[in-house]
């Protein structure tokens, strides 16, 4: 199991980036998946989650309206789409996979990918 | 939003002894709560998924237990490779939430 997370740097406040994780050595589709982050030297923060065929999702508050996920089972791969961005959206962030049908229970985890957001 | 409250805050154990982590959730979360064990710079890593479920791999002096709103996570004896921060997770409601983790050093 493999989760490869890219995209992440340093982008202006008020601006735009997007994430992406590749996923192979599993059933991609099978799996729920989710975007989690941590600020630098904080604790764990869910951010969005996305079900199997990519029809329902769900957003903390702190990015609803802002950040879209996305997935694309022919390619194995998810996507975080972040506009709008904040200083305090600056954290490394994490790609995610579900147990099978338990949504919530992460048992895979990227090595996740920096975004710093400054002005 | 679930509030979920870890104490302590830091653990300050040697090598053998008991470590005993608890978490305290705002509302009922039935038994959907997950640990989580983190090492500076790596990922999380789950260990136990419904309050008292060991994921695959996990040795069996970690255990999990608690329903409703409090839980525990024991380490019956700690090795030095156990030395991490440790997160609870629910999942019982949308938006999930963690813990602010407790340290066990």
């Known amino acids: 199991v493999q989760l490869v997370e890219s995209g992440g740097g340093l982008v202006q406040t008020g601006g735009s980036l997007r994430l992406s994780c590749a996923a192979s050595g599993f059933t991609f589709r099978s799996h729920s998946m989710n975007w989690v982050r941590q600020a630098p030297g904080k604790g764990l923060e869910w951010i969005s989650y996305?079900?199997?065929?990519?029809?329902?999702?769900f957003y903390s508050d702190s990015v609803k309206g802002r950040f879209t996920i996305s997935r694309d089972n022919g390619k194995d791969s998810l996507s975080l789409q972040m506009k709008s961005l904040r200083d305090d959206d600056t954290a490394v962030y994490y790609c995610?996979?579900?147990?099978?049908?338990?949504?919530?229970?992460?048992?895979?985890w990227g090595q996740g990918t920096l975004v710093t957001v400054s002005s | 939003e679930i509030v979920l409250t870890q104490s302590p805050a830091t653990l300050s154990l040697s090598p053998g002894e008991r470590a005993t982590l608890s978490c305290r959730a705002s509302q009922s979360v039935s038994t959907h709560l997950a640990w989580y064990q983190q090492k500076p710079g790596q990922a999380p890593r789950l260990l136990i998924y419904?309050?008292?479920n060991r994921a695959p791999g996990i040795p069996a002096r970690f255990s999990g237990a608690g329903s409703g709103t409090d839980f525990t996570l024991t380490i019956s004896s700690l090795q030095p490779d156990d030395f991490a921060t440790y997160y609870c997770q629910q999942y019982d409601t949308y938006s999930l939430t963690f813990g602010q983790g407790t340290k066990v050093e």
């Open positions: 996305i079900d199997t065929g990519g029809r329902t999702t």
């Open positions: 995610v996979r579900d147990r099978p049908r338990a949504a919530g229970e992460f048992d895979a």
């Open positions: 419904a309050a008292s």
